[in-house]
T-cell receptor, first 108, second 112 residues
Framework: GQNIDQPTEMTATEGAIVQINCTYQTSGFNGLFWYQQHAGEAPTFLSYNVLDGLEEKGRFSSFLSRSKGYSYLLLKELQMKDSASYLC?????????FGTGTRLTVIP | GAVVSQHPSWVICKSGTSVKIECRSLDFQATTMFWYRQFPKQSLMLMATSNEGSKATYEQGVEKDKFLINHASLTLSTLTVTSAHPEDSSFYICSTTGETQYFGPGTRLLVL
């Protein structure tokens, strides 16, 4: 079966760092994806991890531990525009399974 | 990444009517496209995989006779919601696949 868990909501302060965790149990794992979705808009791709370790891309970094079925998205120097839902998804490009998303609110 | 468009961006219709949503891959040929549905405050749920030149593959629980998918060319897939009812009101999003999935801007459907 497929199962992805992430916190429903998080709040963080502008300029701070926030870590959004994701645990997954999926069959046929081909990678772990993170997407950002602003309210009323479609998701946009943030990152992809297929090997263990940390992938850094500007203010956003994503970590994967395949043995633990665990990933996190790290957002640094938070900006107000980072308020959005962050979706964790596992699988491959042709077979993505999405978590329910974490709604992040950035406050001044 | 790939550029995907959807039309219309939003639509309001009466119960019992049919609505067609178009998904276009603007900058590359897509043999496979995906259709998702997203209810408020919920995640994306895959409805079906659209395959160019062949029948779509529907996920469990999705009525293939209600949600008609046509993928007649490498740049266009359409989703027709037939005999729409208020419970079909949702955000419908398509995507194409490359090294990841690239999503269209979505179509918000409201059935009165």
């Amino acid at each position: 079966g497929q199962n992805i868990d992430q916190p429903t909501e998080m709040t963080a302060t502008e300029g701070a760092i926030v870590q959004i965790n994701c645990t997954y149990q999926t069959s046929g794992f081909n990678g772990l994806f993170w997407y950002q979705q602003h309210a009323g808009e479609a998701p946009t791709f943030l990152s992809y991890n297929v090997l263990d370790g940390l992938e850094e891309k500007g203010r956003f970094s994503s970590f994967l531990s395949r043995s633990k079925g665990y990933s996190y998205l790290l957002l640094k120097e938070l900006q107000m525009k980072d308020s959005a839902s962050y979706l964790c998804a596992s699988g491959g490009a042709n077979n993505l399974f999405f978590g329910t998303g974490t709604r992040l609110t950035v406050i001044p | 990444g790939a550029v995907v468009s959807q039309h219309p961006s939003w639509v309001i219709c009466k119960s019992g009517t049919s609505v067609k949503i178009e998904c276009r891959s603007l900058d590359f040929q897509a043999t496979t496209m995906f259709w998702y549905r997203q209810f408020p405050k919920q995640s994306l749920m895959l409805m079906a995989t659209s395959n160019e030149g062949s029948k779509a593959t529907y996920e469990q629980g999705v009525e293939k006779d209600k949600f008609l998918i046509n993928h007649a060319s490498l740049t266009l897939s359409t989703l027709t919601v037939t005999s729409a009812h208020p419970e079909d009101s949702s955000f419908y999003i398509c995507s194409t696949t490359g090294e990841t999935q690239y999503f269209g801007p979505g179509t918000r459907l409201l059935v009165l």
